[in-house]
Structures are given as C-alpha cells and as structure tokens.
C-alpha cells in the first residue's frame, strides 16, 4: 500500500494524498476514530465466551436469562407514537421539516451525515416517494443527487415533466426514511414505522393529485400491501388519511437504482411512465 501511494502522491504520511487514495479505492464512509484490531477483538469475545459456558463443578447449572425483545419492541411504539404526535402538531412543510430534524427516535440519524427530507416544488401535483438516501444524498442533504437521481431527471425529463434534465420545478421529491442506512442497506421494518407517520403527514401538507411510489420499500409501506413491486407496478390504488381532502391517485414504479442494475426493465419502466403522465392529466 505504501508503494502505491509513494508512486502516485510521493509523499506517503500527507495525510491529505492517503485520504485521496482511499476515496479512489472506493471508501466511501469512515467509522471510527481509532483502528480496531478485529482479531484480538474476536479472541477476546471468545475467551468471555468460553469463560461464561464453563460452569464450576458441584453446582447445577442456572438457567441463562431470557432474551427480552419484547422491551425494545416497547421502545419502538413509544417513538412512532411521539413521531405520530410530532407528525400532526406541524401544519406547515417547514414545520414538518423542523419537526423531522428534532426528531430522535430513528437511530440511523445517529450514523447519518445529514437528514434528506425533500426537493423540488411542494405545490406540484405529483410527489415521488422514494425508499432511503444513498451516499451522495447524505453528503449534500438532498434526495436523488446521485446515480438514481441522475437517472430519474432523465426519466422526468423524457415523458414532460421537467423542461430540462435536472429541472424538477413540475414534481416533488422525499423518501420513506430520511436519513441513510449505512452501506445503503435496505430499510428495516422497525426504521420505517418511525418514520412513516412523518411521510403520512407530509403527503396530506402536499396534497398532491398524485403520489409515485418508487421501489417495493416505499410502495409496502404507504400502500400497506405485501407484494413485491413486479406486482405493484403499473397498478392504480386510493390512498387515504384523515387530513386529505380525497383519495389520492397512488401507483408504483420501479426504483432507478433497480433500472441500473437491471437495464432490461427500462422498457417496463417507460411505459409505466407514459401511463402515469396520462394518468395525471385526467387528474
């Protein structure tokens, strides 16, 4: 490693050029401060181990303490019942937002850069949903910057709803969760219950004609249905709350980042497009 960097930087201890060597090697994320022998870590994890499983002679052995799932199960109702609570006092997008940002009960602010709310124009009639930033989105704060995004202004901007690629004056764009999973790992069940009564919320202070649903996360969790987006694609549903003034046209689309990996299914995608555009001027 030291030859690499010697050879390309000539200075192996700047720790500016070692920094940019790392960003080049694909690090894209630091978690500590300090490095972490993991092979004294595990050595020690297993002595505890074996020490805990040895059990003097002449005693009988005690029962292990039950696991106890059930408080932290607890925990997590009690924090979506305060987002429900923090959810329905904001009465206006900013406020939401506000109320997002002080929100503490989603631990992956915690590991979080930066909270990604929303981007483009509340008042359109369409609003895009998306399921969790991604690295870019969490650096600068804002959702579908990276890759995806690059590839959803494409997207806007092929079937009319943007007058430019990276124009998004026409839609409205946030995602189910609003900060990232580290790795961009998929959302856990329990990090989009906390969160889901914020978006809730935040479809009823759009009040959009329409709400596209991008990727199976987002689609499961504001629909409520369990199938796989294949199946939820292209399909038409109501979606209702309390605070809407009616029903909301609501469908599915693949996720750009599925496009990407999967450049088979742009045609699918397209025509789903199309018919959304249709769609929204009967609207």
């Given at each position: ?9 000539n ?35 297993l ?31 009690e ?25 503490d ?19 359109s ?23 995806a ?130 769609k929204?001027?009967?609207?």
């Open positions: 490693m030291n030859q690499r960097i010697d050879s390309t930087y200075d192996p201890f700047d720790p500016a050029a070692l920094l940019k060597w790392y960003v080049e090697m694909g690090v894209d994320e630091t978690i500590g401060c300090e490095s972490i022998d993991r092979y004294a870590l595990t050595a020690e994890m002595a505890k181990r074996q020490a805990s499983q040895a059990k003097p002679a002449g005693r009988p052995a005690q029962a292990s303490a039950p696991a106890q799932p059930r408080a932290e199960v607890k925990a997590t109702d924090m979506v019942q305060l987002a429900v609570s923090m959810a329905r006092k904001a009465e206006t997008i900013e406020q939401l937002r506000e109320a997002v940002l002080a929100f009960g989603c631990p992956l602010k915690k590991t979080a850069t930066n909270m990604v709310f929303a981007d483009g124009n509340p008042k009639d369409i609003m895009f949903i998306g399921e969790a930033p991604e690295t870019e989105e969490d650096r600068q704060g804002s959702p579908f910057v990276g890759p995004g690059q590839l959803l202004d494409k997207m806007l901007y092929s079937c009319g709803l943007a007058d430019a690629v990276g124009d998004r004056s026409k839609v409205y764009l946030s995602n189910v969760l609003f900060w990232r999973p580290p790795g961009n790992r998929p959302p856990t069940l329990s990090e989009i219950s906390v969160c889901l009564p914020f978006v809730e919320r935040h479809i009823e202070l759009v009040d959009p004609k329409m709400v596209v649903l991008l990727g199976g996360a987002a689609a499961k969790a504001v629909l409520g249905h369990h199938e796989g987006i294949s199946r939820l694609r292209g399909r038409w549903f109501d979606h209702a709350s309390p605070q809407l003034s009616r029903p909301v046209k609501a469908t599915a689309l693949f996720h750009p980042n599925y496009l990407l990996r999967s450049p088979s299914q742009k045609r699918r995608a397209w025509s789903d497009l199309l018919n959304m555009v249709e929204l001027a009967t609207l």
